[in-house]
């Protein structure tokens, strides 16, 4: 794979494990390259029938670990985790600020307007529940790390929960406007740790990454403890 998309972390015939890069569309639909297109030439150049089976998906903007399937039964029972919270999501984010408390459950109810995600007062029609549980990990000068686990996967959930929350994600100029510059060119947020059953052998399956972002730099101390 061109490292310039991710890298492989694990393969087998039913499945890939992929780390994407921060500013890589998991899929564009043919508009430009993407990591889903990348994938099928891995297959194309193996000689190898070029099926690839979306499981989950992660924003462009973050980085993280992913799950592909090569078959259709394993997409079916990948997919089936999803659902059933088998397939375990952890993300880490660098905020801006600290949390109050230090450690707890947010729970909101999300709209959508185009590409934007925002929180209602009140549960409406058109909006979803959106909860997340946090850990901070760290605190350094105005920044905080954060360990989450999602409950739920709604459009944007953690960037717009956290800024609603008052510690929008460092360098997310979407929501919260927070402090942007060259050196976070991406949310400061990372699908750090993925857990599942494989969807054949049913083997306990973990894959873990440490972020590449800049923001996270300052914290590779307390990070080698998770």
């Known amino acids: ?119 209602e007062p009140v549960e409406r029609e058109w909006t979803k529940e959106a909860v997340l549980s946090y850990r901070t990990i760290a605190t350094l000068e105005n920044v905080s790390l954060l360990h989450i686990d999602l409950e739920t996967g709604r459009f944007h959930q953690i960037r717009v929960q956290l800024s609603h929350a008052g510690s929008p994600i460092l360098g997310d100029r979407k929501y919260g406007k927070s402090p942007f510059s060259e050196s976070v060119p991406y949310p400061a947020l990372c699908a750090f740790r993925l857990s599942f059953l494989h969807p054949r052998t049913n083997e306990n399956l973990s894959f873990r990454i440490t972020p590449e972002g800049a923001a996270f730099l300052p914290f590779l101390p307390s990070l080698a403890k998770l």
């Open 1 to 119: 794979m061109n490292t310039h998309y991710g890298e492989i972390l694990y393969e087998d015939s039913d499945l890939w494990v992929v780390r994407k890069r921060a500013g890589v569309a998991v899929e564009e639909n043919g508009v430009r390259r993407d990591l889903y297109t990348e994938l099928k030439s891995e297959r194309l150049q193996k000689n190898e029938e070029p099926q690839v089976y979306l499981v989950h998906r992660l924003d462009r903007n973050v980085e993280g670990v992913l799950v592909f399937a090569k078959t259709k039964d394993a997409a079916r029972v990948l997919s089936e985790e999803l659902q059933a919270h088998t397939l375990k999501k952890e993300y880490l984010a660098v905020v801006c600020g600290a949390m109050d408390p230090p450690e707890g459950e947010l729970r909101n109810h999300l709209g959508k307007q185009g590409r934007v995600a925002y929180v």
